[in-house]
Antibody
């Protein structure tokens, strides 16, 4: 069974940093692109970033470029999102998803709240 | 960036009735269009990809159509478990992948 389990969310002050993790199981992690998608409270879905199987290609939505870094460790079956210089508008549930175009598997999400 | 616009924002439908949801792209996305269902407190669930191909395990009452800039998701006979928010998403021109704002299907 495919499982994606996010962790690392929480309350952080504006300008602070947070690192999200996604533990993958039930499939060959190194064979898939992986993505982060977020959802602000009561709002729609926004793709944040994705990463190729070997980490050689990474893409970001403009609003997080230069502040967020996506990475992966295929030996640990894990995906990461390092978030720096956090802003109030980054407050959202962050989902880890398998794939880059039409993710068929999603985690349950981890809530990031940016507030003083 | 391709902008995806969904209509209506809210659709009130009685159980057993047909629901038709629309999605428009600001420029052609060919057939690279997906639909997701999301229930409160849950992650999105992939329903349709390639504009009309049902994902694994999705009931036949869900169907997608369209190409280019105009797309439709039809739920032929609404069941109680279908009341949710539905999102369209283009993956023709990326990055970024972009989502529509969603259509909430509620009980009439």
């Amino acid at each position: 069974e495919v499982q994606l389990v996010e962790s690392g969310g929480g309350l952080v002050q504006p300008g602070g940093s947070l690192r999200l993790s996604c533990a993958a199981s039930g499939f060959t992690f190194s064979s898939y692109w992986m993505s982060w998608v977020r959802q602000a409270p009561g709002k729609g879905l926004e793709w944040v970033a994705n990463i190729k199987q070997d980490g050689s290609e990474k893409y970001y939505v403009d609003s997080v470029k230069g502040r967020f870094t996506i990475s992966r460790d295929n030996a640990k079956n894990s995906l990461y999102l390092q978030m720096n210089s956090l802003r109030a508008e980054d407050t959202a549930v962050y989902y880890c998803a398998r794939g880059y175009s039409t993710p068929g598997y999603w985690g349950q999400g981890t809530l990031v709240t940016v507030s003083s | 960036e391709i902008v995806m616009t969904q209509s209506p924002a809210t659709l009130s439908v009685s159980p057993g009735e047909r629901a038709t949801l629309s999605c428009r792209a600001s420029q052609s996305v060919s057939s690279n269009l997906a639909w997701y269902q999301q229930k409160p407190g849950q992650a999105p669930r992939l329903l349709i990809y390639g504009a009309s191909t049902r994902a694994t395990g999705i009931p036949a009452r869900f169907s997608g159509s369209g190409s280019g800039t105009e797309f439709t998701l039809t739920i032929s006979s609404l069941q109680s478990e279908d009341f949710a928010v539905y999102y369209c998403q283009q993956y023709n021109n990326w990055p970024p992948v972009t989502f529509g704002g969603g259509t909430k299907v509620e009980i009439k």
